[in-house]
């Protein structure tokens, strides 16, 4: 059976720092696309960050510079290191492992940046 678990989550001030980890199992970690994607109140569920099985990584404008995607094939985690958080990051980022036809999706972690 295959689980994603995210966490890391929380509340944060405005120009402050998260680390989200997602945890798999059931899965053959090391072949799959893993990505960060969120979803804020009244919107449409976004790509935030990918990482490839050969660690190729790509981040959406919003989050360039921002975001650091990471996975260790040990531990079968994929991380999202979230730096200078603004409001309009407020959103639940959920996990994605992909692999060809086969998509399995986390529960979500809430992030919510606030003064």
């Known amino acids: 059976q295959v689980q994603l678990v995210e966490s890391g989550g929380g509340l944060v001030q405005p120009g402050g720092s998260l680390r989200l980890s997602c945890a798999a199992s059931g899965i053959i970690f090391n072949r799959y696309t893993m990505g960060w994607y969120r979803q804020a109140p009244g919107k449409q569920r976004e790509l935030v960050a990918r990482?490839?099985?050969?660690?190729?990584?790509n981040y959406a404008e919003s989050g360039k510079g921002r975001f650091t995607i990471t996975r260790d094939n040990v531990k079968k985690t994929v991380y999202l290191q979230i730096d200078s958080l603004k409001t309009e990051d407020t959103a639940v980022y959920y996990c994605?492992?992909?692999?060809?036809?086969?998509?399995?999706w986390g529960q979500g972690t809430q992030v919510t940046v606030s003064s």
């Open positions: 994605k492992a992909t692999w060809g036809p086969y998509r399995n």
């Open positions: 990482i490839t099985s050969d660690d190729t990584t």
